[in-house]
């Protein structure tokens, strides 16, 4: 069983291993092109979502509220990240 502690450590951990992948691949691939502004961007979309689950988390008591909330959360997350990569939606937040 996990402690809080380590629990919140997990959430704000899980960003900085997502955020691993593209600088691998960055690293070591010509495909992967990822500005210093991407990360920031992604960095910020993530532990934004990593801040608003793990507050979730810490105040709603009800589960059932509690998993709707992180499902709404994670699911406007990956809306955003969407459109930012691919512009599914036209915004002008869409890349070129």
Do not use: H
């Not at 990593?50 to 589960?63: E, G, P, S, T």
Request: net charge positive; with cysteine; glycine share 8%.
């Amino acid at each position: 069983m996990m402690t809080q502690k380590q629990k919140t450590i997990a959430i704000y951990a899980l960003p900085l291993a997502i955020l691993c992948i593209p600088l691998v691949g960055n690293l070591f691939s010509k495909e992967v092109n990822w500005s210093g502004a991407d990360f920031l961007i992604a960095g910020a979309l993530l532990f934004t979502t990593a801040f608003l689950i793990n507050m979730v988390r810490n105040k709603i008591k009800k589960q059932n509220q509690r998993m709707m909330i992180c499902i709404f959360i994670l699911l406007t997350l990956v809306l955003i990240w969407g459109e930012l990569a691919v512009g599914i939606f036209g915004s002008p937040f869409a890349g070129s």
